[in-house]
């Protein structure tokens, strides 16, 4: 019984530093991410994204990795401000990570400027050793909820 508590206690802190090392490697990516986004450079971004990136915002339009670079890189879409208020990460399954929370995001495009608190979740896919970001789905949030 005590060999086996013992076991069980080494497992839970074998994973518990994993986790941890991924949060990290996570938050780092994701700084990495929100900084490519606002000073856009297409290999950056190229690095940062899956390539099976599906990117839906929060106006419905659902980008691909190579349109989502396109309107950055070119400037159809500036974001110039990107804030969390919240964000939480989960890891369901080995090699994949949920990023959920609100953020508050300032964009301009060629129809106007954003100002907006998103609730947004994200989710990230490790891709030969490295965390890629693979998919954003997100909505505004009314301003009474803000």
Not at 60 to 70: M, N, Q, R
Not at 111 to 132: C, H, I, N, P, Y
């Amino acid at each position: 019984m005590k060999t086996l508590l013992t076991t069980l206690i080494c497992i839970i802190s074998i994973v518990a530093k994993a986790d941890d090392a991924s949060l990290a490697a996570l938050q780092i990516a994701d700084k990495a991410r929100v900084a490519a986004m606002q000073s856009p450079d297409r290999e950056k971004l190229s690095a940062i994204f899956s390539d099976d990136l599906r990117y839906a915002h929060s106006n419905g339009v659902v980008d691909t990795k190579a349109s989502f670079i396109d309107i950055l890189a070119t400037g159809k879409t500036k974001y110039v401000g990107y804030d969390y208020e919240e964000r939480n990460f989960t890891f369901p399954v080995p090699g994949i990570a949920l990023m959920s929370g609100r953020a508050h995001v300032k964009a301009v495009t060629a129809t106007g400027e954003m100002d907006s608190v998103l609730s947004f979740l994200a989710v990230w896919r490790e891709e030969k050793g490295q965390w890629r970001f693979l998919a954003w789905q997100s909505c505004k949030l009314p301003t009474s909820i803000k």
